[in-house]
């Protein structure tokens, strides 16, 4: 059977915007399949070291919910993706500047990771 490929794209970083992507990752990684998690520049923060995961306005009690229902945090899942496989990379953003990733991530165009999407059997992006 053939390796399924899967591509995420995390747009964003507000909390209810980090969840999707990094659930998807973890869940196909944990399927079998090769995963490639991008970032773009507005998802990128997700990966820094002092990145707070903060709801978008009106759904502050978000935070408090995932808390009660236990469920793992932002830096957990970014925890598991790695211990899982799922690859990290960050789209058209100069990662020599200020912010200190977590994890490696590597740079890449918004042309691969297109190319790397057409390929894949599943491509979302959140």
Same mark, same amino acid.
């Given at each position: 059977m053939n390796t399924k490929k899967v591509v995420v794209l995390a747009l964003h970083d507000e909390l209810e915007s980090a /969840?999707?992507?990094l659930n998807v990752?973890?869940?196909a990684?944990?399927?079998?399949a090769d995963v490639i998690l991008a970032f773009s520049r507005k998802g990128v923060n997700i990966l820094d070291q002092k990145y707070i995961p903060i709801?978008?306005?009106g759904i502050e009690y978000l935070s408090n919910a995932l808390a009660d229902f236990n469920a793992p945090s932002i830096?957990?899942?970014l925890e598991i993706a790695v211990e899982s496989g799922v690859k990290? /990379?960050?789209v058209d953003l100069?990662?020599?500047d200020?912010?200190?990733f977590k994890y490696p991530a590597e740079q890449v165009s918004i042309k691969w990771l297109l190319n790397e999407a057409v390929s894949a059997d599943l491509f979302v992006h959140f």
């Open positions: /969840y999707p992507p990752a973890v869940g990684a944990s399927s079998g709801p978008s306005d830096n957990d899942l990290f /990379y960050v100069d990662i020599k200020h912010t200190q």
